[in-house]
Each structure stands twice: as C-alpha cells, then as structure tokens.
C-alpha cells in the first residue's frame, strides 16, 4: 500500500537539531520530501517561499513560535496541515492550539511510529478538505463524511482499544433512532463521524493505564469540539455538526465541552452520546476488559437521568435486551 508521505513535502522546525533531524529521517523513510529547519524565524522564511503540504513545528523556538508558526501557514496561499511538537510543560499552548486549527499535537518524546501515522492522517485530511473546496458547485457533504468515516475506520483499526469503535457506535445509532423518532441516516453519518476529532490526539495520550494527566485530559476533552469544526469545513449540515460537538455532553450537566443539560442537548447528540457510551462501554480499554451485555444493561439503568436523557436510556435498554448480540 502506497504510503499518504509519498512525495509530500514536509517542513520540520524544531531548535533541538537532533530532534528536528529524527523527524525529518522518520518522515523521508516513508517518502516525504522534508525541509529540516532550526528556529522560527528559518521556517517562517521557508514559508513564504515554498508551498508545503505539512508543518510539524515545535510550539518554544526562538525567533518565532510554532503557534505563530501556525498562523503564518494558515494565511498561506496553499495551507499546509500542521502539527504541534511540545516538551513536558508546554502542553496547554500546544493543546490550545487545536482550538486555533493545528491538526494534531504530538509530546516529546517522540515516538518514531506515532509521528509518521499523525503525519499521514493529517496528510489525509488536508487532502480531503482540499478536495472538497476545488469542487466548482457546493459539496454534497453526505458523500466525503462517509470517506472521513473510512479514514477514522482505518484509524481505529490501528489500535486495538479502538479498533470497530465507530461502527459499532453507528449500529447502536441506528437501532436507537427508530423508537427516538430521529433519522437513522443521518444519525449514522454523525456517528461514523464523532470521534474523528480523536485523530489528533495520539493514541500514546489515549493508552493511560491511569488517570489522564492534565494536558491528556485537555486534549481528550477538546476532541469533539474539534471533530465538529473540521466536519463544518467539509459542508456537514448544522444537526450532524451539533450532534458531534456534544456527543460528551451528559443529561444532568456534569459532561463537555460545554457543561450542557437536559433538552439543552441535542436530540441527535443525545442519541448520539448514548450511543457512543454503549459501544465504548463493550470494548477494551487500557485499564479494564470488555463488559459483558448484562454489565453493559446494568450501567446504562444506573446511569439514566444523570449521564442519559430517560427517553434515550429507555430505548438502550429496550434494544440491548432485545438484541444484546450489539454489544456481544
């Protein structure tokens, strides 16, 4: 299989030479063409004189920083996708960036896979997007988020914590939607779709066997705010777009990203959110085995009124007795 860094060319910025040279082997092993700079005030000026199709910068360098990095390449005329690189404490800048449209954040040190599969997910959603701004009438949007589903399906299929996670989600999805009163279809495209803000958070940050540290924990909690910015770039409709920014959001207040309540959330982004939390709740996780459908049954009765709507823990629970082989 042809790998996405075939030919691409890459600018790497980093003021620890060793680092920014690792990068840059890593990077040309897979066939990117890379650019390997030392400061920001060098890779300010590769900027302006080359296109490029990805940026990983790191976010402390003197002259320039990466953040200010990633606001030169967005003004650029041909924006590259862009990753962050960050060493212990200097998390919260480059987490925040995501909110100011970095595609991923990476933490040092790094590990040699995990920056060549961000570099090549963010080759392929730069790719994407571009696709769907050169087309010359406005984009069916249905059609490319069943595509971005096949990247985040291909995503999950890499880690085995999460591999099927998305799919599974759309069949609870859709099995919900029918006794919820609310389209399956589009119920399912927003759930191939929630958890593609996930794609920029590494799965180093997502495999804790413990407790999230505090730059994890904020790049976790900012996943579905920024799975529905890029979904809304893609020309995704204002409910599937909803659905996915408050997919965490829980019935009695307590969820995120923006602490809504009750009939304050979405009905999709309820059902959604129901959905999703069943499918996670009948797989893998670092710090605990699968459950089995009677504990699957037995969390969401618990968890009616506080982290689901009545309406749609009543439907869970009708389904999953009926057809526990969903989460089997």
Known sequence: MTSPLLGRRVLVADDERAVA????????????????????????QQLSQAPFDLLLSDVQMPGRSGLELLEDARRAAEPPAVILMAAEGEGTGAADALARGADAYLRKPLDPDVVVAEAATAIELRTLRRTVASLPVAPNAGPVLVVLGEVVNAFEKADPYR???????????????????????????????HDVGMLAVPVTEQHSEGPPDRTSQHLI?????????????????????AAVAAHHERYDGSGYPGGLAGEDIPPLARALGTAAAIAAMSLPRPWRPRREPAAVISEVEQGRLTQFGPAEADAALAVLRSTPNLVA
Do not use: K, N
């Open 163 to 193: 591999a099927g996670f998305s799919a599974r989600t759309a069949r609870l999805a859709v099995a919900l939607a029918g006794p919820l009163g609310l389209d399956g279809d589009r119920l399912a495209l927003a759930a191939r779709v």
């Open 21 to 44: 040279a690792a990068v840059g082997h890593h990077l040309e092993r897979e066939g990117a063409v890379c650019r390997v700079v030392y400061s920001g005030a060098e890779a300010q």
């Open 221 to 241: 909690r900012v996943h579905p705010t920024l799975g529905a910015r890029w979904i809304e770039r893609l020309g995704a409709e204002r409910a599937v777009v």
